[in-house]
């Protein structure tokens, strides 16, 4: 049984900064990329930023690079998002997923089966 925790979020002004982590347990073999993904109201829900097991790989949505910053610790099979200079645009609930992941130069596409967290909302005041 795969569960994953997140932790983090909040509200901040534009500019300021939020952590949100991510936690998952009972992940088993290779399919290990993990990321984090979000939705806005009425809208499709998109990658935002995913990385593979090693952390070796890492896929940021273009309005995210340079801002944000996805880690990995292996051991604790956590994963650490960084936002920085956060924009209102920003606003939206994020979701992590963990396996079943297709992680690529171009994209990062979680399959329906991905295992999710419950979501946490991040707001960016202007």
């Known amino acids: 049984q795969v569960q994953v925790v997140e932790s983090g979020g909040g509200s901040v002004e534009t500019g300021g900064s939020l952590r949100l982590s991510c936690t998952a347990s009972?992940?088993?073999?290779?399919?290990?990329?993990m990321g984090w993904f979000r939705q806005y109201p009425g809208r499709e829900r998109e990658a935002v930023s995913c990385?593979?097991?090693?952390?070796?790989?890492?896929y940021y949505i273009d309005s995210a690079k340079d801002r944000f910053t996805l880690s990995r610790d292996t051991e604790k099979n956590e994963i650490l998002l960084e936002m920085n200079n956060l924009r209102p645009e920003d606003t939206a609930t994020y979701r992590c997923?963990?396996?079943?992941?297709?992680?690529?130069?171009?994209?990062?596409?979680?399959?329906?089966?991905?295992?999710w967290g419950q979501g946490t909302p991040v707001t960016v005041g202007t």
């Open positions: 009972g992940l088993i073999g290779d399919d290990r990329v």
């Open positions: 990385i593979s097991w090693r952390g070796d790989r890492v």
């Open positions: 997923a963990a396996g079943r992941i297709k992680l690529a130069t171009g994209g990062c596409w979680a399959r329906t089966e991905a295992y």
